[in-house]
């Protein structure tokens, strides 16, 4: 089955893709392109979605560096060579060497693609609530910036993650957003009872445009209600599922 890319224009003239999880040879609860290393989906299946994911780039699975996600504001400048096991832990990865391909991993959470295409420079970054609230897209920002690229040249790309009318949660999650800025309570909606309807990708726009970046935006994509292009990690936990897949985004030089 052909792979399924979603790209940007934003992100021309730079190799990149935001991939469904059609195609790719995984079966069951993974059917498809499911890029975990993580998951409990059977290595070789992996492996070789992983592989049909370079080959898009005209790339091998070697030179596709991703890392162990941990939901922290770290990140991975990527130099020499693509990294390879054990995977550092570091949750974005940002680049300027010629042949870098960086991939982040979701289910659910923001991967988000950025490009400075006059400077040369890119980065790719996991941004769930923790890490969005943590910082990670500013520090993703600031470590462009550190390679070479202008803040107000860089554009970015929040590729699917589960949309707001998918992601309910318990008062707990919304104090921890306005103990940080009170302002953050827009990013809520009313839900049943004390539960709040919570706007990841709304939230993940509003840190990278006060970042001062030139461009950026949401593809419009919700994991959650779509299972047929989508993995989710919330909608497998509805369903009393085992695992998940992951779905892979990528940019690279």
């Not at 922290?72 to 990294?83: K, N």
């Not at 040369?120 to 609530?129: F, L, N």
């Not at 600031?142 to 993650?161: E, F, N, Q, S, T």
């Not at 030139?214 to 369903?239: E, K, P």
Request: glycine share 12%; charged share 20%; proline share 4%.
């Amino acid at each position: 089955m052909t792979l399924e890319i979603i790209t940007a224009d934003e992100l021309t003239p730079f190799r990149h893709g935001f991939f469904t999880r059609k195609g790719g040879i995984s079966s069951g609860i993974f059917a498809g392109l499911n890029c975990g290393p993580g998951s409990s989906d059977q290595r070789e299946a992996v492996s070789i979605n992983r592989r049909l994911v370079a080959r898009a780039f005209d790339a091998e699975e070697p030179d596709l560096s991703t890392v162990h996600q941990t939901h922290s504001c770290d990140v991975l400048v990527i130099e020499d060579a693509p990294t390879t096991l054990p995977r550092p832990k570091c949750d974005a990865m940002v680049s300027r060497t010629k042949g870098a391909l960086l991939g982040i991993l979701t289910a659910d959470c923001q991967p988000v693609l950025f490009a400075d295409a006059g400077a040369g420079v890119i980065g790719a970054a996991h941004a769930g609530w923790k890490g969005a609230l943590g910082g990670v897209l500013e520090a993703t920002v600031d470590a462009m910036v550190k390679l070479g690229a202008h803040r107000g040249a860089i554009k970015a790309v929040i590729g699917p993650a589960i949309s707001q009318v998918a992601y309910e949660v318990g008062p707990e999650f919304f104090d921890h957003f306005i103990a940080q800025n009170s302002d953050n309570a827009r990013f809520f909606a009313n839900g049943n009872g004390d539960r709040m309807m919570f706007d990841l990708p709304g939230f993940g726009l509003q840190r990278l445009r006060k970042a001062g970046i030139g461009s950026v935006r949401w593809t419009g994509h919700c994991t959650f209600s779509d299972v047929d292009r989508f993995y989710s990690y919330r909608r497998t936990t509805h369903a009393g599922e085992a695992d998940y897949g992951r779905l892979i985004s990528v940019i690279g030089l």
